[in-house]
């Protein structure tokens, strides 16, 4: 299976600031897929992260908002711009395993706290 | 929008006892994947079900795919304390993967 590194692990931050969220893969992947998780909830998906190509972005999710990079095959950012308390989650990366175990293998997740 | 509802949302077992979460689809699914997630920390893969009717078992897990392929559950036998967490099912539809809300398991000693 992959191994995904994510960062950061969490953050406490002002309301209107952006935070960028990192996620490295051991090995190179098509596409990467950035979840949110509120507290307690289930997992949204925001967007899959093609490289060299523009994200596509799940409804209720926008480029503005949620700016995502994927400037190679193993690596993607995600940043959360002009925050609100409501943005307070989890952030989770993804990649689908293609070969045995198949699934999708996650990151270690940022929880984002917005004061 | 398409969704797999899970339940129950919530479960408390005494230590020893069995555990279902069930999964249910109103549209036909290619796949069913599962997973685990502790309590802070990360959903971990578990197991996918593919095939009409599928039973997979794992130590003391059991999962079974519908013959529909809409539904499905995943059984814990004689629970312990290492198997707190929220189990969530994941069902394919198309190129799509979607979540269930997930079950919590509490365990009491």
């Known amino acids: 299976s992959a191994v995904i590194s994510q960062k950061p692990s969490r953050d406490i931050c002002q309301r209107g600031t952006s935070l960028t969220i990192q996620c490295q893969v051991d090995s190179q992947v098509t596409m990467m897929f950035w979840y949110r998780q509120q507290p307690g909830q289930s997992l949204t998906l925001i967007a899959t992260a093609n490289q060299g190509s523009e994200a596509t972005y799940e409804s209720g999710f926008v480029i503005d908002k949620f700016p995502i990079s994927r400037p190679n095959l193993t690596f993607s950012t995600l940043t959360v711009s002009n925050m609100s308390p409501e943005d307070s989650s989890i952030y989770l990366c993804s990649v689908e395993e293609w070969a045995g175990p198949y699934g999708y293998t996650f990151g270690s997740g940022t929880r984002l706290t917005v004061v | 929008g398409q969704q797999v509802m899970q339940i129950p949302q919530y479960q408390h077992v005494q230590e020893g006892e069995d555990f279902t979460t069930y999964c249910n689809s109103s549209t036909t699914l290619s796949n069913i994947q599962w997973y685990k997630q502790r309590p802070g920390g990360h959903p971990v893969f578990l197991i996918q079900l593919v095939k009409s009717g599928d039973v997979k078992k794992q130590t003391r897990l059991t999962l079974q795919f519908g013959e529909a392929k809409k539904n499905s559950s995943l059984h814990i036998t004689a629970t312990q304390t290492t198997d707190v967490g929220t189990y969530f099912c994941?069902?394919?539809?198309?190129?799509?993967?979607?979540f269930g809300k997930g079950t919590r398991l509490h365990i009491l000693p």
């Open positions: 994941a069902g394919r539809i198309g190129d799509k993967i979607i």
